[in-house]
Structures are given as C-alpha cells and as structure tokens.
C-alpha cells in the first residue's frame, strides 16, 4: 500500500530510485513520482497512473545523487498528478506509505498560519508541518522529530530537505520501513525487493525511530533522539524471485513454483518424523481454542484450517476476518491461543487484531511470509511460511504456503490428540512424499483448465459451490477469479443456494461446483443437479468420477489425505482464474484498485 524507496550515493539516483520503484509498484499504482536535489534545489517529476508514465517524463541522466520515490495507491483524494506523491512546501519534499489520521485538524492549524495547500492528502499537511517547524529551529533532525511527535496514524516516511543535500531522513510508525547499505550508497525501503540489485544487507527500523541517512553512514535515533545500533539482517532468498524469469506474469511465475514452495515450507519443519513435528509445533499442545484471524485469501486458509483442526484435532476453531474480529467482542479463556496469518506481515488489520489479542493478555502466533514483518516481531510465536517474494497482487504460492503449515499444524495437533492415529499419520506422511510431482503434474495440466477458461470468460457472473472444506476452497477460488477478472463472482455453501442466490442462474452461468468430501459429495451432486436444471454451465471439480454426467466440465484432481487435499484443489483454479483475466486482457499482476501490502484500515 504505496511504496517509498529512497537512495544517496555515488552514482546518479533517479534511475536506482526508479529500479526501486519497479519493485515496489505491487504496493499500488495509482500514480508516481520522484523528487531529487540539484543545485541545492529539490526538484520533483510526477504523473498520474502506472509507473510507466513517470518514466516518460524523467531526465535519467539528471545530475543528482540523492533521490526519494513513490508509488502511490490513494487513500486522501483521487489518483491524479496533483495528488501523486512526492509532495513539497518551502525547503521539503516527502513521500508517505500510511494515513495521518490527525491531518485534518493539523491542515486546520497550518491553514490558520496561512498556509494553503494544493492537494487532497494528508502527505502535504507532513510536509507543511516540517516547514513550519524548520522555519523555528532551523535544525532537520529536531524539526522531524517534533513533527513525529504530532502525527498520529501510520507513517513510513523519506524526507529531503535542500537545506542538507547530503542527506536523506526517514521516520517510521506503523508501516513498514528498512534501511540498507550497499558500497555504492545506501538506501531507504518499504520493502527488500527495492534494494535487492544492490544489497541484501538492510536494517529494520522500529516504531518512532526516525534515521538519517548519507552516502557513507546510517545513523538511527529513537523518539528521543538517543542514537540506537540496529542488527543488520540479510535476505537469503534468491534475487530473481523479484523478476518474471521468462514468464508473462509474476502471478503465472509463482503458481509454477508452488511444488518448490510447498516442499521448501515442509522440509523446515518436517523431516518425515512425529519428533520434528514436536519440535517445531510442540509449543502448541496446551491451547484448548483457537481464533484464527485474517483477511482476503489468508482468511480463507483459515477457514480450510478450522475445518482441519476440528474434524482432525477436536479443538474448537472460530475464524473471522481482521477487520471485524479487532472490533468485536471476543471470547477468551486462559488456553487461547489467537492465530494471525499474513504473507506482507504489515496488513492493518491483522496488525490490530493482533495488538487486541495481546492486550488482552491471550498468546498469540502469527504465520508470515515476510521475515521480520510487524505482525511476526509482535507474536509471542512465530511460523515463517517458506514462499519467498510474492510479488503478484494476487497472492498464490503465498496461499499454499499458508495452507501447508496448516497441515502440519493439523497433523501434529491430530496426533497428540489421538484423533489420527499412527497408521493414518504415516499415510499423511506418504501423502507428503507425493505432493511436489502432484502439484507439477497439476501445473503442467494448465491447457485442460485454460480450455475450460476459454469457454466461460466471457460470462458475466460465475458462481462457485461447496460443502465443508470445498465451500472453504470455493471462496478462494471465487476470490482469484473475481480480483484479477473483474467478473462478478460469488461462493455458495452448495446446500444455501437455494435460499435465494439460485434466482441469479440462468442459462449457461458457470457454476464450479467443488466436491472432494466423500461423505458429501452425493449431497453437493444433488445441489449440482438443481442448478443443472436451471441451466447452470457446470464445472464439476473433483477425484471421484462421476457416476452420470451432471456437469458439462470435469476437472479431475488428484486424491490425497483431506489435510492435504485443499492444496491440489486450488491449483486448477488458480490457472483457470489467470486465464480468464488473460482473455479478458485485465492487468493481471497489477488488477485494478488493489495493492498488495493493505497497510490501512
Ligand atoms: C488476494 C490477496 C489478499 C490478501 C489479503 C491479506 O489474492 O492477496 O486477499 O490475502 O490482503 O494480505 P496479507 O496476507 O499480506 O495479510
């Protein structure tokens, strides 16, 4: 959710700023810009839209060597270039990923001491607030520092001042920040993959520090600037997870490594014995009830693990989403434990969801793609999905990372509990063994879902149906198919259809029916039936053969354990959602209104 990258060094700075920006664009795209010092004077080029539009209007060659950049997905006023960030009064330029949630009444006070402002976003008030104090003390550190002391909200800040052209200043609360150093400069991030060209090497910033970075030294304070040492941390993932490597997307890139993600997630905490499992899951056996809180397609892995854990482990699971679960009452006892599961680690809501559970005295875990993410440091326990870099808005292989540790979570839990029992355990484990070609063979089946593709994209509405699990599954897999293809799409407990969604089918509406529960595929096949006779287009998802021909699309998968089921369900229709948008020429990696680190409420 916006992305700010900012560089001092000895090479020329707007095009390492803008390679940063190309990293960053997943966090939105509404429009861009960069500002830079020159002459001791800030300069800033902006425009609206992809980044592809700035690149047009920026001097590669402009002599500067230090430069702050932004890729904007609006929150205060509409994306347009006035808008765009960065913004600039008197001496200051800033860019901003977060919300001042305060701006209105500091506008109002700037306002009375004659300031005016020319955009809608509270960024402007930031930099309004800099100039009034800087005109005071005439000191940036102490100017930054007394303006972070008035902001209230989330703020991930790089701030240049011509003034100091030997500096860049960055301050951070609530929205994520790393600092990093390369032989050639150093640099500011909201994410790894902006440095990643230069360095691995970068430093993670806590909540109100604030630092102040040269071409030669990084020197980091605290709210009171007191001068702090920070660990420097090092990415070992490989740097081409942030590039396409030959694929058309990043999307259709990352559900072609979901075999090595999944063997890469199982292989950390399993390694084909009950002991590894005990060791790296033990913590869990004491907790009696377990909320697991999420949003969007990591809710949905919950809901899979709800379904898991109490048909498998006999413990009580209540999911709810982030964004509603921070502002309920919840039901706690001493044995609760409050799962979070992110693949940015940054999402607003499941941050705050996770402040309430800790305030409220209960033990938390939090199950993360991203290392040192906010919602991993903040967890009493803490499970790193092994997926690397996502970078396509719409997460995938980050999803079956999520699902996997839920599997081993649920095998453990099922078998201290003795509810699998070891024979059962060692199937699991066999399963485990089959995955990665299962998933590859899946995979390289995508002509037989892009045919099916072919055939319904052009649909207005396509509506998913399952019981149980495969309800569970339908909403990711109505979710993938309605972020990147824009067409309406809803998921149906099998049985409620009738209820009233059923007045929506008509002829030919596709309809992806999911039923890969033996004890309930009789009963989805009934529900498949009623919508047949409506009409419905039915694409009937499942291992087990169909005795008549209900559907007029049979997408077979393979059959595993239950506790891994979910994971080969979901890849066809991964590949079926990509290939809708595909022919519907949508931007697939980059879908529109969306960002994929959702860092506001
Ligand atoms: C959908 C998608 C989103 C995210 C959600 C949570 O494809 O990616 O629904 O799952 O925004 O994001 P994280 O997992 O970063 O907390």
Redo the contacts with the bound molecule.
Sequence with gaps: MCGIVGYIGTSKAIPIVYSGLESLEYRGYDSAGIAYISNKTVHIVKEKGKLINLKEKLDFDANTNVAIGHTRWATHGVANKINAHPHSVGKFAVVHNGIIENYISLKNDLINNGYKFKSDTDTEVIAALLDYYYKENKNILTTINKAAKLLKGSFALGIICSDDHDAIYALKNSSPLIIAKSKSGNFLASDVPAILKYTNKYMLLDDTDMAKITKDTITIYDANLNIVNKETLTFTGSKNTAEKNGYEHFMLKEINEQDKVFTNTINTYFDGTIDSLKKNFGFLKDFKKIDIV?????YHTGVIAKHLIEDYANIPVYTEVASEYRYQKNFYDKDTLVIL????G??AD?LAALRKAKSDGVKTLAIVNVVGSSVARESDYCIYTKAGIEVS???TK?YVSQLTVFSLITMYLGYINKVIKKDELENIFKDIKKMPKLIKEEINNYQAYYAIADKIYKNKQIFFIGRGLDYANSLEGS??LK?ISYINSVAYQAGELKHGTISLIEENTPVIAIATNKSLVDKTISNIKEVKARGAYVIYESFIEPVDKFYNEFIKIPEVHPILENILTIIPLQLLAYKVAKNNNCDIDKPRNLA???TVE
């Design positions: 999420a949003c969007g397609s990591a599961v992110s693949q940015s940054e999402t499941t808005v719409a997460t980050a979710l993938k972020e994929k680190s959702v």
